[in-house]
């Protein structure tokens, strides 16, 4: 069959995609291109369990994000300092306005737990429906509109500007939500 | 005051978890004049109100709600794209073409 050496000529037009939702799942550029790496590798061995008319993006989403999982169960104690690397790469580059704003909104992603993220990632950025994002979270599609509610609502709990005079009843809720997330 | 602050408590309350709150809490008080009406609203989001966190929360949230959910759609969009918009490292041209190699030499 003609088609079968097709595919893989779509890998490469596909990079920029992994590379960002390996970027928004690990948030280490290295571990991310590392992550990216692995899924090409595997998805060219198992190229023959593609099937042809399906997502692609959506199959290697899925090899992906099992790559990543079986690392950071491997490593878990590695993932907390995304964070500092995802702020110093960010200072090195863009200057424009926003680039505040930006960091913070970084920051707070990046305190979400793992599943929480990848699901706003995949519906909120990526572009795929929650049907899709299920099947590569191997999940109900409600647990996916549930992680990106919980997800949705402490982003915007964590990004709520409190006003200079609100301090003082402001703080209290703060240390409230950090002590119970 | 200490009657109406409670009263003005009491609407609060209803229109915390509410999405028709509002209306509700007006019916729970219907004499309020439009003055006090004001006061309502000063004394709800005045520091000096001693009122529990999570109802400073609920209220924050209503009014906040949705310009905040459009600027963390838009940033989302942004952490995404950032990457995604970045030219593709050579390690992965050069990965492909070396896998296509292999794949040449075996068949």
């Given at each position: 069959?003609?088609?079968?050496?097709?595919?893989?000529?779509?890998?490469?037009?596909?990079?920029?995609?992994?590379?960002?939702?390996?970027?928004?799942?690990?948030?280490?550029?290295?571990?991310?291109?590392?992550?990216?790496?692995?899924?090409?590798?595997?998805?060219?061995?198992?190229?023959?369990?593609?099937?042809?008319?399906?997502?692609?993006?959506?199959?290697?989403?899925?090899?992906?994000?099992?790559?990543?999982?079986?690392?950071?169960?491997?490593?878990?104690?590695?993932?907390?300092?995304?964070?500092?690397?995802?702020?110093?790469?960010?200072?090195?580059?863009?200057?424009?306005?926003?680039?505040?704003?930006?960091?913070?909104?970084?920051?707070?992603?990046?305190?979400?737990?793992?599943?929480?993220?990848?699901?706003?990632?995949?519906?909120?950025?990526?572009?795929?429906?929650?049907?899709?994002?299920?099947?590569?979270?191997?999940?109900?599609?409600?647990?996916?509109?549930?992680?990106?509610?919980?997800?949705?609502?402490?982003?915007?709990?964590?990004?709520?500007?409190?006003?200079?005079?609100?301090?003082?009843?402001?703080?209290?809720?703060?240390?409230?939500?950090?002590?119970?997330? | 005051?200490?009657?109406?602050?409670?009263?003005?408590?009491?609407?609060r309350d209803l229109s915390g978890g509410n999405p028709g709150g509002d209306t509700m809490g007006e019916?729970?008080?219907?004499?309020?004049?439009?003055?006090?009406?004001?006061?309502?609203?000063?004394?709800?989001?005045?520091?000096?109100?001693?009122?529990?966190?999570?109802?400073?929360?609920g209220r924050?949230k209503r009014g906040l709600e949705r310009?905040?959910q459009?600027?963390?759609?838009?940033?989302?969009?942004?952490?995404?794209?950032?990457?995604?918009?970045?030219?593709?490292?050579?390690?992965?041209?050069?990965?492909?073409?070396?896998?296509?190699?292999?794949?040449?030499?075996?068949?």
């Open positions: 069959m003609s088609g079968a050496a097709d595919p893989r000529q779509e890998l490469l037009t596909l990079v920029p995609k992994l590379r960002a939702f390996a970027m928004s799942l690990c948030g280490k550029p290295d571990r991310a291109d590392d992550l990216v790496q692995e899924t090409l590798m595997k998805a060219w061995a198992k190229m023959s369990s593609f099937q042809p008319g399906t997502s692609m993006i959506a199959w290697l989403y899925t090899i992906l994000r099992n790559e990543f999982y079986t690392e950071y169960r491997r490593h878990r104690r590695e993932v907390p300092d995304a964070d500092g690397v995802f702020a110093a790469r960010l200072t090195t580059r863009a200057t424009q306005d926003g680039q505040l704003e930006f960091q913070d909104f970084r920051a707070a992603l990046f305190s979400l737990p793992a599943d929480q993220r990848e699901a706003l990632v995949l519906i909120g950025a990526s572009g795929l429906s929650y049907e899709e994002a299920a099947r590569i979270c191997g999940c109900p599609v409600g647990t996916v509109k549930s992680r990106v509610n919980r997800g949705r609502a402490k982003l915007a709990e964590l990004l709520t500007p409190s006003a200079p005079d609100e301090k003082e009843t402001a703080q209290p809720a703060w240390r409230a939500a950090a002590a119970a997330g | 005051m200490k009657e109406l602050r409670a009263t003005l408590q009491h609407g019916r729970k008080v219907p004499r309020l004049d439009r003055k006090k009406k004001t006061m309502l609203t000063s004394v709800s989001t005045s520091p000096a109100d001693t009122s529990p966190a999570p109802q400073g929360k924050g310009p905040l459009a600027h963390i759609g838009r940033q989302l969009q942004a952490v995404y794209n950032q990457v995604l918009e970045e030219k593709v490292p050579d390690r992965f041209i050069q990965l492909l073409r070396e896998l296509e190699a292999k794949q040449d030499d075996k068949s």
